[in-house]
């Protein structure tokens, strides 16, 4: 590989996944979560958010509307949308006449290859990119057994009312509503599988109990890079991250991780 390629390698693809919350009165907010498909290059039967990379037509439609962001940040939470739509069937960050209807058309029309900005204009909808809130952004290092690098920013919404989520059974195989601590003890107990950045936001999302208290908690923390990397600790390999970033458990040993 040349050095122009290790470089671009580093760089890692931009994406965006968004953390969609469903608050409950008898327990801890459940988080929507989809297992990826067998067959995927990343993560292949992990539990993950929804979400996936930035295309050019993301940048497209930020440069068309007012936010007020940054051109790369704009981009990133119309892909959050965007894929929330294809993955699961929500519409998330939507203005105007949203119904299951015009969400099934969006959803439709993204799977024969048409825009998002041409179908919202075409059916009165806006978007509205402040439904989305910063919560983290992890960009892993390469390493020897990666086959993808992603640049990825992670954000909270709530749970859109009067919609239904459906799984689009192609990238992803099923998807389930769930606690952060139950999604955690199933994958102690080996029932489902969770790469290493979605195991630690897991755990900070565990800390708090509802929707309220996980935007208070994305704004009492500053939204770096997460970087991971080794470390020997008491003689064995660690994946180690920051331990200013709100998170729990910051290390684990490296025979335990699944990272892609």
Known sequence: ?????NAAEDKGRPAATVVIVRDRHDGAPELLMVERASSMAFAAGALVFPGGAVDDADHDLAARIGHGLEPDEAAARIAAIRETIEEAGLGIGLTGAVDAAAVL????????GRILGD???RLGLGIALDALTPFARWHPAPFEQA???FDTRFYIARAPEGQVASVDTTENVRLCWSSAADTLAKAA???????FPTRRNLERLALHDGYVALIEDAGAYPVEKVRPW????DGEAHLCIPDHLGYPVTAEPMARIRRA
């Open 1 to 5: 590989m040349t050095d122009e390629n």
């Open 147 to 149: 086959r993808r690098v």
């Open 189 to 195: 107990a080996g029932e489902v599988q969770l790469v």
């Open 119 to 121: 179908m919202l204009e």
């Open 105 to 112: 058309r969006l959803r439709d029309g993204l799977h024969d």
């Open 230 to 233: 080794q470390e020997e600790r």
